[in-house]
Nanobody
């Protein structure tokens, strides 16, 4: 069993930055990802990273602005978000998959509880 706990969300002005953290307990060397869900919209993939950190993937909407990383010694995955836009406002969820970087909600094994990110104009 894996438990994922996100932190680092909050309110920021457009153009600002936030760093989200996802602390994992239990077996932790899974491929990990971040998803987000805005009100009235489906949950969507944002970024993912393999177990070693050697491979990262991003959605087109965040590429060049967001960076995913992990510190396996601390069992933590990070999402550095720069140049934030109002359309980045959503609840951000940490996710773990068994074999591959999670890109679809249907393949995610474990979810965190989510952390709210609000970007004001």
């Amino acid at each position: 069993q894996v438990q994922l706990v996100e932190s680092g969300g909050g309110l920021v002005q457009a153009g600002g930055s936030l760093r989200l953290s996802c602390a994992a307990s239990g077996r932790t060397l899974y491929p990990m990802g971040w998803f987000r869900q805005a009100p009235g919209k489906v949950r969507e993939f944002v970024a993912g990273i393999n177990w070693s950190g050697s491979t990262t993937l991003y959605s087109d909407s965040v590429k060049g602005r967001f960076t995913i990383s992990r510190d396996n010694a601390k069992n933590t995955v990070y999402l550095q978000m720069n140049s934030l836009k109002p359309e980045d406002t959503a609840v951000y969820y940490c996710a773990a998959d068994r074999n591959t970087i999670p890109r679809r909600t249907t393949t995610v094994l474990y979810w965190g509880q989510g952390t709210q990110v609000t970007v004001s104009t």
